[in-house]
Every structure is written in C-alpha cells, then in structure tokens.
C-alpha cells in the first residue's frame, strides 16, 4: 500500500472510532461492545500474523511488554467506553489530542529525556487550558458529561504512561505481535468484565454488531499496523499531523451523522488544545526555543 493511501485510511479510522464506540454500546451495553471488539480483533491479527510468518517472542521481555500493554488497553478502553455512555463522540477524540503532551511529560519523569523547550512548554500550557474548558464544559451539561471527560482523561493517562513504560523495556518485537500479545493479556479481562458486570445481553440491534465489527477489523487489525507503517515510512512530524486533523473531522462526524451538538466553549478547547499540540510539536521553530531548553537542562537539581 502507498504511504499516501496508508495515511488517509489512518484518518479516516481515527475519526471515525469515536463514533463507533458510542455505537457499539448501544442495546449491548459498552462492556459487551469493548470485550467483542478485542476477540474479533484478536483473531484477525493471528491470521494476519500468520500469513505473515511474524514471530511471536514469549522470552521475559516480552512478557512484560504484553503485560505492560495488555493492562494500559484494558484500563484505556475500559474508560473510554464507560465514557462514551455520557460525553459526544467527538469530545473522546479532542481529549485524546493531548496523548503527545502526556507522553512526553511522562517520558520525562520515567525515561529523564530532555524534552521540554519553550515551545512544548507553551503547548502543554495551551493544551491543559483547552482540556479545562471542556472540564467546564461538561459540569455545565450535567455531572454524568463531567465524570465522562475525566474518564477519557483517565484513558489517555493510562495509554500514555503504558507506552512510555514499553518504550523503557525497549522490545525488539514488530508491532502486530506486541499487538497480539497485549490483546492475549487484555481480551480474557475484557470478556470476565463483561460476563460480571453486564452479563449476556438480551438484544443484539444490528448497528451494535456492524460497529464492533468495524472497530475490530478496522480499528484493531487495521488502524494500528498502518499506523506503525506510517512510522516506518515518513517523516515523525508529518505522522503527529494526523492528531491535529482528526479531533476536528470527529466533531464535524459526530454533528452530521450523530446529531451531536458542539457549543462554542468544546470548540474554544478544542482550539486550544489543538493550536497547543501544534506548538508542542512544531514549536522548535519558534524563536529562543532552543535557548530557552538550554537553560533548562542546566537549571540545578
């Protein structure tokens, strides 16, 4: 597949992920949709994995990388969907704007990487601003919006922290596989979760099932190696662009096909938060940056 090609599929998965969350939920009950979604996505990477001939390592290692991923999936779903009950579909993928943001402030205190300059500084600023006025936004609506935002909040703090803890074990593993380990982790959790809490649903409505299936083949077995090939295969800045697009085709989708209302303090935030994940990523450009993280590294302990 071209690399052009690779990154509008991400995209369009990206925007769309959030809506089929919300749908999943609906007559199954999120639980059911989040645990189905994995077992499907689960079994189409084997086979994908298989054709592929992809080694599949279980040394110590790799253990903890399928440990250590298979836990932060299931906490970050598990809020995400709980989320999805409360919040629009589009405030799930502004929220998760900020994972860069998080990543990096987590890599800092974990891995000691130098990567605060004046630019990501004032991004990180923007971006929390942003992320309060959707905070403001939802205790407006009802404390049900409120306790949804916080969950996402929740989610991407537990994908950001998993994956810079996976970074510090520094796998040698292709991606599909430490893929497939995570979900081997995480799919038994989802499905015991899902038999405790909910139970076997009644109803089965067949736009529930159409979106699971969606976001297992698309969003699990699909969305994640494109987007590792698009890694691979471009410039990282052009990769962290995508981020900055699908917030807004998320909101835009969720308004159009989901009747989603979108007030003008969510698209305050969102500008904030998106303008401040610019300038974290781009923000070397600005001028003293590089001064400014000089300093910085030299301050004393």
């Excluded at 054709?51 to 995400?80: C, E, H, I």
């Excluded at 962290?240 to 835009?252: F, K, Q, R, S, Y």
Aim: positive net charge; charged residues 10%; hydrophobic residues 55%.
């Amino acid at each position: 597949m071209s690399v052009p090609a690779a990154y509008i599929i991400v995209i369009l998965v990206w925007s769309t992920t959030p809506l089929g969350i919300q749908w999943s939920g609906i007559g199954i009950g999120f639980e059911f949709g989040v645990a189905l979604r994995m077992l499907i996505g689960l079994c189409a990477l084997m086979l994908i994995a298989r054709l592929q001939k992809l080694p599949m390592p279980w040394d110590a290692v790799a253990r903890r990388v399928y440990l250590t991923s298979g836990l932060s999936l299931f906490l970050t779903m598990n809020f995400v969907y709980w989320a999805a009950q409360f919040i629009p579909s589009g405030w799930i993928a502004v929220i998760f704007g900020l994972s860069p943001v998080l990543t990096s402030i987590f890599a800092s205190l974990i891995l000691h990487e130098s990567t605060f300059t004046f630019g990501r500084v004032l991004g990180m600023s923007m971006g929390i601003v942003g992320l309060g006025i959707v905070f403001a936004e939802g205790l407006s609506i009802s404390t049900a919006a409120l306790s949804g935002v916080a969950a996402v909040t929740l989610g991407v703090i537990s994908q950001s922290l998993g994956a810079v803890i996976i970074r510090k074990l520094q796998p040698k593993i292709p991606a599909i596989s430490i893929t497939i380990g995570s979900l081997f982790v995480a799919t038994p959790l989802f499905l015991a979760y899902a038999f405790y809490s909910a139970g076997i649903p009644e109803v089965w409505p067949l736009h529930s099932v159409m979106a699971i299936v969606y976001l297992a083949i698309f969003g699990t077995a699909l969305g994640f190696p494109l987007y590792y090939y698009l890694i691979k295969n471009i410039n990282v800045e052009r990769v962290a662009l995508i981020t900055l697009i699908t917030p807004v085709t998320a909101l835009l989708l969720g308004s159009a096909i989901n009747d989603e209302t979108i007030g003008p303090h969510v698209w305050l935030g969102t500008s904030l938060i998106l303008g401040g994940l610019a300038i974290y990523e781009y923000g070397k450009y600005l001028p003293f940056s590089k001064k400014w993280q000089v300093r910085w590294n030299q301050r004393p302990l």
